[in-house]
């Protein structure tokens, strides 16, 4: 039998992905995803549903993606747009409780103001479109806006829509104001979980960090680098490998998958068993199992 593969970065419909909490475990079950990190922005609130749906054998890596501001590590450069992955931390830490609500807020209000600046254009999306696919409690993300351009047939794809409309610094992107990241990394830590640096050299998304932001990142208790990611190069996934080895941080590998507001499948980039191991024995904030 195979081994069964790891896959620490998925979205539900709890935040932008498309399918819901047990969808989402199923669909990583048929890919044949033995361990799966539910990790949707800003919320635990597809924890108790992806668990409760899990077939026997399959494990559980709750999480959470935290939206984060960084200095970018160069002189004079305004700060960036980071995300930070956090695992088997509790989920009632009031720390995170505060703050994951108060993104939860800024989501929300940002997109309506994307999507009024839109339709004061003319565009033909409105506030009501745009959420009526989102669960109560769940995190607004441009992926929402994005579908509904492609609803009312604006733009052809969620991709398009990012390339032409919600870019970062697009004149309909409105920005929120997010946790810095050192502070997550030490909110994250103190509630027993474990830090891991998103998808660090995404270059396609935008202005990244330099390298030397990770390491003092790393004296602040974060514990690994997403390496093997798709936005990652091959040059970058190098330099984050050797940098995890240097400085001691694990280095893991994800899909990030969305279904289908993303083409990358489930378990397209995946984490080896030692890694996943001694992330386990990091945390004390939740079991890893079940
Ligand atoms: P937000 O969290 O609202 O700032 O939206 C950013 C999210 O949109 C990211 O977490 C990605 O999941 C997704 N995203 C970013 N760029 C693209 C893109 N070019 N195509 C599709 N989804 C994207
Ligand atoms: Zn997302
Ligand atoms: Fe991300
Ligand atoms: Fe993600």
Redesign the pocket.
């Known amino acids: 039998m195979p081994a069964p593969l790891i896959d620490l970065h998925a979205?539900s419909t709890v935040s932008?992905g498309t399918d819901s909490p047990a969808g989402l475990v199923a669909a990583a079950a048929a890919a044949g995803v033995g361990v799966l990190a539910l990790t949707d922005?800003d919320t635990t609130g597809g924890w108790d549903e992806a668990a409760a749906a899990l077939p026997a054998g399959m494990r559980l890596v709750r999480g959470a993606e935290f939206?984060c501001t960084s200095p970018c590590g160069r002189e004079g450069e305004r700060d960036v747009s980071v995300?930070l992955l956090g695992y088997l931390f509790d989920p009632a830490h009031p720390a995170i409780v505060a703050e994951q609500e108060r993104l939860r807020g800024e989501?929300y209000a940002r997109?309506v103001g994307m999507t009024e600046r839109m339709a004061a254009d003319g565009y033909p999306v409105d506030v009501d479109a745009v959420f009526a696919h989102l669960p109560e409690g769940a995190s607004?993300?441009?992926?929402h806006l994005?579908r509904a351009l492609v609803a009312a047939g604006v733009v052809g794809s969620?991709?398009q829509a990012?390339?032409e409309l919600l870019f970062t610094g697009s004149r309909y992107y409105v920005p929120k104001a997010d946790t810095p990241v050192r502070a997550a990394v030490e909110m994250v830590t103190a509630a027993g979980g474990v830090a891991v640096f998103a998808h660090a050299l995404a270059r396609r998304?935008g202005r990244v960090v330099e390298p030397s932001v990770i390491v003092e990142l790393a004296a602040a208790g974060l514990a690994g680098v997403e390496v093997d990611h798709p936005d990652h190069a091959p040059e970058d996934r190098a330099l984050l490998r050797d940098l995890a080895a240097e400085h001691g941080l694990l280095a893991t590998g994800s899909s990030?998958y969305?279904g289908t507001?993303?083409t990358t499948p489930l378990a397209a980039e995946t984490t080896a068993p030692e890694v996943l191991d001694a992330l386990a024995e990091r945390a004390t904030g939740v079991d890893v199992l079940g």
């Open positions: 979205h932008d922005h939206s995300h989501r997109l607004a993300g441009r992926p994005a969620v991709d990012f390339a998304r990030d969305h507001n993303k």
